[in-house]
């Protein structure tokens, strides 16, 4: 979840988990035991495999970190520590111990950051990017959810996205709504809300630089128009782009991050203040730790640039996707946004393959995700009906 700057803590409740869901498994949306994965002949068929599981890193990542965050999220690292006094051993998934906020989730489902991710994904290859489509889209998975996975409302909402969603005006003119509501709140509000669900642009566009620039700023703009908001979301798909179509070495990192900061502030131009470029720059410096970052911080767990730090944690990670989420969601605060970002950026970087496999199959509607990749990817010429059906 992340569309606040100040988000209220909650109270864990230390209970062995029980489901309010229904045991029931419906076989188009969730695999059964032993069933043969879909992605799997995608591998055996596609002519550049490299670069297939760098592309679904970036979407698994996302939809795996943001299910593993959502065990901490809201949590403070003190509460945290309580729980997993052992912080070499890594937070169980899906069998975490359940809080009152995660249990209005499935056990290992993702939150409303994927959510949204799936929905700007839909946008940009049903209605080609045009934020009026992505302002319906989102209003009804508002009221909605997604029916298909068992959804009656889109659960998670953040304050700021509900507040423009609902400004009179949102589905005719939804960046002039967007604005509006930030002009009225004095400019202030810059919560992670729009970053979290950014990469879907690198995904679908990683192969045009310009469309991935166009389509990130507007997709953001639909509910985050803050600088700051955009500088996040800019900074994620211009490093995303690169590392789908690169295999980067270790040495050609921080390289990278300093091409994408460097042309991030030069997109925004004026736009992004003096203050607000320092602070981007101080938010993806190679010295900053998990504990600068104070992501517990209740005043501020919310902001854009900590989450934005999050996702360059993990591109810069040299460990295993699981230690390295490990370490971020034990710090608490938003959790699942942070570790949507993060995963994302370490899924584009290490590649699917990279992805702890017994972890995705434990997400329960990942068979739903995976038509939805898959259609996608067809649709973006990256592969063939005869691939998919061999």
């Known amino acids: 979840m992340g569309n606040t700057c100040n988000k209220s803590k909650k109270h864990r409740t230390e209970v062995v988990y029980t489901s309010d869901f229904k045991d029931d498994i419906d076989p188009n949306v969730t695999y059964v035991p032993n069933e043969p994965d879909l ?7 596609s002519n550049d495999k490299s ?34 006094p052992d912080a070499s051993i ?8 359940t809080t009152i906020h995660s249990r209005r989730w499935k056990r290992g489902d993702w939150t409303d950051d994927t959510d949204q ?16 489509v992505f302002a319906k889209k989102l209003k009804r998975w508002i009221e909605n959810g997604f029916r298909e996975v068992g959804d009656s409302v889109g659960r998670g909402l ?12 949102y589905l005719k003119d939804p960046l002039k709504t967007s604005e509006m509501v930030w002009e009225r709140g004095n400019r202030q509000a810059a919560p992670n809300g729009a970053v979290m669900r950014c990469s879907a642009a690198a995904f679908v566009h990683y192969n045009d630089p310009e469309k991935v620039k166009s389509t990130t700023i507007s997709m953001c703009k639909t509910t985050h128009f803050d600088p700051r908001c955009i500088a996040s979301c800019l900074a994620v798909c211009l490093t995303i782009t690169h590392l789908v179509k690169n295999k980067v070495n270790d040495n050609e990192i921080e390289p990278l991050i300093k091409r994408v900061q460097e042309e ?77 970002v993060c995963g994302t950026m370490y899924g584009a970087r290490y590649g699917y393959k990279a992805l702890p496999a017994e972890w995705l199959r434990a997400m329960p509607f990942k068979k739903w995700f995976d038509q939805k990749i898959i259609s996608c990817l067809t649709h973006m010429n990256f592969i063939t009906a005869e691939l998919i059906d061999t």
Not at 56 to 81: K, M, N, P, V
Not at 117 to 132: P, V
Not at 158 to 169: L, R
């Open 117 to 132: 991710w799936i929905l700007i994904l839909d946008t940009l290859t049903e209605g080609n990017g045009d934020e009026k």
């Open 158 to 169: 953040g304050a700021n996205v509900q507040q423009v969603v609902y400004s009179d005006g």
């Open 264 to 340: 991030t502030i030069q997109i925004l131009g004026d736009n992004l203040s003096g203050e607000h470029r320092e602070l981007f720059v101080w938010h993806i410096d190679p010295s900053r730790t998990l504990q600068d970052l104070k992501l517990d911080d209740p005043t501020s767990i919310g902001f854009t640039y900590k989450c934005l730090a999050s996702g360059f944690y993990g591109l810069r990670s040299k460990r295993s996707f699981q230690q390295t989420l490990n370490d971020l969601i034990r710090c608490g605060g938003d959790a699942d946004t942070n570790g949507a």
């Open 90 to 97: 890594l937070i169980p998934f899906p069998n975490y111990i």
């Open 39 to 45: 992605l799997e002949p995608l591998f055996v068929n």
């Open 51 to 84: 670069m297939l599981d760098r592309l679904l890193g970036c979407a698994y990542g996302q939809a795996l970190g943001d299910a593993y965050g959502l065990s901490t999220e809201f949590e403070t690292r003190e509460r945290i520590h309580r729980s997993y």
